[in-house]
């Protein structure tokens, strides 16, 4: 009996399958559930005989980053996305380990998704790369923990009052596949042929670019993104339980998301000495810091920055505090700067969910906020609904935000507002959008996204289906 056998199976593809129904790029219909079964049994038999590789994907789909910058996401296809999802889940529990201060690295369990109909509370600051991960509760936890040690430490003066913040740059890109595969191996031994085909997939997941020529660095920033967030955690297993060490040596506190770190000390030339040191490490992983975004705070300055006591405030449900800190961000942040992304969701969600925070001063900065397209154009589906709930007039206000988005040559934002029409088509209905309103939106997006083959074939498709 093969190593597949037990792996690669219809019973548990079927989540990852479901998952990628409801995506914002729905590779999967009602057809190709139904034909799941042998579907993953053919795909299985090219594995076992030699004859699977990966395909070239159905294309990417771009985010604006910043200033032009676009971060493009591969759409792979149903078979990639099963192999993938299924190895890198059986090994889980081998390639996830525990450190404290690292966050980001929590298990996936697809056996527990479920289709969202409404909008949730994990929603309120959640990144559009991570929209569809299946364990958004996890994240929200995990990104909730972190902030509230953000939060506990910039209160401590025994940490010292020196902060620095640094990531790592281009790090899916830049990971090392042989090196990855040689630690996954030596971690997880007797699975010689699982290990064999994850090495295999990740040489070839970006033909589309690559053609027949085996890539020896970067991991797909895959739709769902728990799989490759998951890998690339693991790849800096190494580099977290060194650096922890010295770390704890120095005295200085180190404390990590994903590919974000963070160090509190007690001086400059300290904090810098130790990035020394951190820099040293990843380069024996091929990795190196982003020096663009390494900066120095002190505490208090940083607690500003990414807007801790706003987030606090918003925890807690202290409405006066709420509007308070949302007052001295706004009047801090055309010269100092922030994190203005997460104040727009967190205030997004505040505002929806507590009648009493809508002050005519936070109602009026996040509707200014919102009509601009860096942070409309970030929001999800259940964020999209939240405002369009929070102030009303929803037809109107929904066309003119897909104009926004259609001045702009970005592909994910159009398949945003496609699948908040798929998805919420019977609750735009009971809030007075008609039926024709919304083909008539689906039909604007087609005319003005013929760059997008994805948006073309799938997401235009599925959301004119679901009218």
Known sequence: MSAFDAIITAKNARPIWKKLSESIVPIIGAKELKEIVASVDQLKADIKQNKYIPSIGHGYLGYLKSAGCTRFVPILTADDMTVYYLIVLALQEYLIEDFEGVYGAYRSVPKSAKKVKDPEKEDDIIDPYFRDTFSRRAWFKDWSQFTDLLIETCNDSTVGNYVLVSDVANFYDTIDIGGLINNIRSKVPGNDEIVSLLGYFLNYWDRRIKGYSPSSKGIPQEIISDAS????????????????????????????????????????????????????????????????????????????????????????????????????????????????????????????????????????????????????????????????????????????????????????????????????????????????????????????????????SICVPAARAAI
């Not at 190494?238 to 120095?250: A, G, L, P, S």
């Not at 700067?337 to 507590?354: C, H, P, Q, Y």
């Not at 024709?436 to 997006?445: A, F, G």
Request: hydrophobic content about 40%.
């Open 229 to 456: 967030r998951i890998v690339s955690n693991f790849y800096l297993n190494e580099f977290d339980r060194k650096f922890i060490e010295h770390c704890k040596t120095e005295k200085i506190l180190y404390l990590r998301w994903a590919d974000d770190i963070v160090l509190f000390g007690k001086s400059r030339i300290q904090l810098e000495n130790t990035m020394h040191q951190a820099s040293r490490l990843l380069l024996n992983l091929g990795l190196n810091f982003n020096a663009s975004k390494t900066r120095h705070f002190s505490r208090r300055e940083f607690r500003e920055y990414r807007a801790l006591s706003l987030l606090s405030s918003v925890s807690k449900k202290n409405i006066g505090a709420f509007d308070r800190e949302l007052r001295r961000f706004s009047a801090r942040y055309p010269s100092k700067g922030g994190r203005i992304d997460t104040v727009v969701k967190a205030s997004l969600n505040f505002l929806s969910a507590e009648p009493k925070a809508r002050t005519l001063f936070a109602m009026s900065y996040l509707r200014e906020k919102l009509h601009e397209y860096e942070f409309l154009s970030g929001l999800n589906e259940s964020q999209l609904l939240k405002k369009y709930l929070l102030y009303g007039n929803i037809g109107l206000e929904l066309r003119k935000d897909i104009e926004i988005v259609l001045r702009h040559p970005y592909a994910a934002p159009r398949a945003t507002f496609l699948s908040l029409i798929r998805k919420y088509k019977i609750r735009l209905l009971k809030e007075g959008v008609s039926a024709s309103t919304l083909k008539s939106l689906v039909d604007r997006i087609e005319m003005e996204s013929q760059d997008s083959e994805i948006n073309l």
